[in-house]
């Protein structure tokens, strides 16, 4: 199964997630469309790094229906991890590898064609991570490690990009640069989902927010909706 032209690229109905008694994802419905960057937000626990762990094809639904650029996480994983870029919420790399050799091994793994070292290179300057492309990220702050994920992600210009609290920790660089890359990702047509427990952050990278709550949706709201002081006192209600 394929996607077509107007059909969106992530499509979740009645998604529900359990881990033997404990049910991390209640009801979640959500669409994205190419070219456009939707927003998960909630307070830690909410249920947005398994929704976004479910859309990677890392963990299979217990209940709905999810499509991601026209394949069934359920029954076509590997296809969906070919259209994807993900950036986990914790983990996802080698502490005895370079940001370099992470890069070759994606490169490898994706079959990407030659040239891609340059864009490569690009990403690393971009995110600042150009002086220590060569040396192990065992010793990487928390937020060098979230930057580095970012750039994997978004290495190969995949379909769809799932960025997971890709603002953690990270400085106003890092912060900047994801926001560059998920512009970039839009403007070429690419579906973007980022989670986040940051409002703010929120609503400049995206253009529509779900909000999610004790693993539930409760809304789904404009960005213009979300900012000022009129969408903080929105948000908090709704976290009430």
């Known amino acids: ?10 499509s979740v109905r009645g998604l529900r997630v359990r881990f033997g008694e404990v049910e991390a994802v209640a009801g979640v419905d959500l669409e994205a469309q190419a070219g456009r960057s939707v927003g998960l937000l909630g307070r ?3 249920g947005k790094s398994t929704t976004m762990r479910v859309l990677a094809g890392v963990v299979p639904p217990s209940e709905g229906l999810v499509l991601v650029a026209g394949h069934d ?14 950036c986990p919420d914790v983990g996802g790399l080698v502490p005895r590898a370079t940001p370099w050799e992470h890069l070759q091994l994606a490169a490898r793994l994706r079959r990407l064609p030659a040239g891609w070292e340059e864009r490569a ?21 928390h937020g060098m490690g979230r930057r580095l994920s970012v750039v994997l992600a978004a290495l190969h210009e995949p379909q769809v990009l799932l960025l997971d609290e890709p603002f953690d920790g990270v400085d106003p660089i890092g912060v900047e640069a994801t926001l560059e890359v998920v512009a970039d990702a839009r403007a070429r047509g690419a579906c973007v989902l980022v989670s986040t427990h940051l409002r703010e952050l929120a609503i400049e990278a995206c253009s529509h927010v779900t909000v999610l709550r004790g693993g539930s949706q409760v809304a789904l709201m404009s960005a213009a909706e979300m900012a000022g002081e009129e969408g903080a006192r929105a948000y908090r209600s709704l976290l009430d």
């Open 1 to 10: 199964m394929t996607a077509s032209d107007d059909a969106p690229a992530v």
């Open 44 to 46: 830690n626990g909410a």
């Open 73 to 86: 996480v359920r029954h076509e994983p590997l296809a969906v991890k070919r259209a994807v870029g993900y």
């Open 121 to 141: 290179r690009e990403l690393l300057e971009r995110f600042e991570l150009g002086h220590v492309a060569h040396r192990i990220s065992a010793g990487f702050s």
